[in-house]
């Protein structure tokens, strides 16, 4: 059992997730569809507020995909990092005055990849939520790993599963894919000074005509190195222009020096913490916990609003990987319901 943490400082048990599907490993796998197995513990909180997301009812498995194996049913855009960083008020002067822009600094490139199923393109000009993925440690620099580029999954793949069995609305699914290789071969200097405005602008701009972002429904998901940086990856994030709706912090490395700018994330997003400890328990959690519950309590959510701090045990061989398609099952569907959060005015209707 573990302590949940909510908007006001509510608290109330948990108990531990249970199951998930084998998880993928090898090429033809790696296009293969995740699936519950299990049923996920739902939450019995006696002090939470209205209609709250809790994480998904338990469920025997997915609607099967309406794809083929190894195809997806919609279409995937590359794109790169704009030749500027996003616009502020300096840059905008610069404009006006006819300067130059700035060249982007190497730690700040990346290459796009976004996904736009086929119900999320039935209708380009109504805007969809995004869910943003930054992948862990890439030495090898594989490109648009969790994107279909690499061996543990793809987001894509898991994205348009819950789409096609209809536990999430349409949705967009995009991922920064670093192309300097000291950014992401190290986990706690990883990602540094990733910027999600400019992410997603670049987004936007590859998909005119194709979907519409909606920028009050952002979900930013941060795996393993993806939310180590205590200056960068998911914690610059939070720290961007675009409010985010709700972040998800998945089995990273749970740095003390990261558990306080997480807890001051704006009173309106949603925020999630989880981790597994089969293949990686050597973490200051404990350290992680306090810190954070500290952070909380001096910078307390919005009503209805989550922080969350949950351990989960996949019953894969590859329990860090399967945490990616666990989470995304788990927090997805409730984060994206229209009643996610009444009170909260980021979320769209």
Known sequence: MTAVRRGGGARAPRAAARGLAPATRGLAAATRAFALAAALAAVSSPGAVGAQPKPAPAAA????????????????????????????AAEQGAAQ???AAPPVPPERRWRGRAFVHRLAAADPARPLPILVFLHGTNEARIEHRWMGGGLEGDVRRIAAQLMEAGRIPPMLVAAPSAVLPAAVAVARTSWPAFDLDAFLDATAARLRGVATLDRARVVVAGHSGGGCNKAGGIAAALRASTPVHAALVID????VDVALPLARSRPTTHLVVSWQTMTWAKRPIADFRRAFERGVEAHPAAPGVLRELEPLVPTEPMPHDAMVPLVLRRWLPPLLSPDAAPSVPCVSP
């Open 252 to 255: 990273t490395c749970m740095d």
């Open 97 to 99: 005055a006819g300067a």
């Open 61 to 88: 498995a997915l609607a099967a995909s309406t794809s083929a194996p190894g195809q997806l049913d919609g279409a995937t855009y590359d794109y790169e990092h704009p030749a500027a960083p996003a616009s502020g």
